[in-house]
């Protein structure tokens, strides 16, 4: 079985079984990815078939195979914000990292203790994850989710490493306080 | 900004240093004497043994949160939107 890089350059070279290749191993990662920021099955079905139509236009401009995670989830990430009509690239928030904290449980045996109750609830999860900003969850989604490297989520999102990493620490103690709070929508 | 109220000082580090050390901990960046430094106020400081132990299973189980399947034709609408 030919290794991504592999697959990465046949596609570049518009082989089209290779692409076919490309899409079976990366359709599910990749709908699971549209399909938690973007509002409608049909407007994930979209973003989901204009990433793969812009890897297979773009993938021989590629320079360096092993950018290729970070730049195909940047293509799902902005096709999923382009079908949802959301602006990418939004400014950092400053809350202070200790707000955060306490928000999910840091201090505090009562609210540490809710939140350790409902890890092991997927549904619980899922519900805390649906709870956060479109910025909060695609971090969050993008490292923990589906295990990128924080350079290659940085590369996704278009950010600095230093940035995607206070991004995902963030997203990270929000996650932990919606879970706190029970995990349900506002 | 708010603070814990018996925020501690461990093993030469605050409870709030170990918060902001936290991502780097459980995604393995840390350095050896950074690390050895954090571990030894988690030894010593059972709020932060408690809350790095929760940070590290949180983001252990948003691995396997996903199980859904992409649609079953994406690629015959592939082939259709790529082939003239």
Known sequence: ?186 | MAEIAQQRFVASLWCAEVLARLPDLVDGTLTEPDRALVLAHVAGCTWCERFGGSYGRVVGSLKGVADESAPADVAARLDALLDP
Request: glycine share 10%.
């Open chain 1, 1 to 186: 079985m030919l290794g991504e890089d592999g697959l990465i350059e046949r596609v570049a070279a518009g082989d089209r079984v290779a692409f076919g290749a490309l899409v079976a191993r990366w359709r599910d990662p990749i709908w699971r990815f549209v399909r938690a920021h973007t509002p409608t099955p049909a407007l994930a079905e979209e973003a989901l078939q204009e990433t793969f139509v812009g890897v297979w236009r773009g993938a021989s401009g590629l320079r360096d195979p092993a950018a290729f995670r970070g730049w195909m989830y940047g293509l799902a990430r902005r096709q999923a914000a382009r079908a949802s009509r959301r602006r990418v690239g939004e400014p950092l928030d400053a809350e202070p990292i200790e707000q955060l904290g306490v928000a999910a449980g840091w201090g505090s045996e009562a609210r540490g203790g809710a939140v350790l109750a409902r890890i092991e609830d997927h549904d619980a999860v899922r519900h805390a994850l649906a709870a956060l900003s479109d910025d909060d969850r695609e971090v969050v989604w993008l490292v923990d989710v589906d295990e990128l490297s924080l350079a290659e989520a940085a590369d996704a999102l278009g950010l600095s490493l230093a940035a995607t990493k206070s991004r995902l620490h963030r997203a990270r103690l929000r996650l932990m306080a919606a879970l706190a709070e029970g995990g349900t929508d506002g």
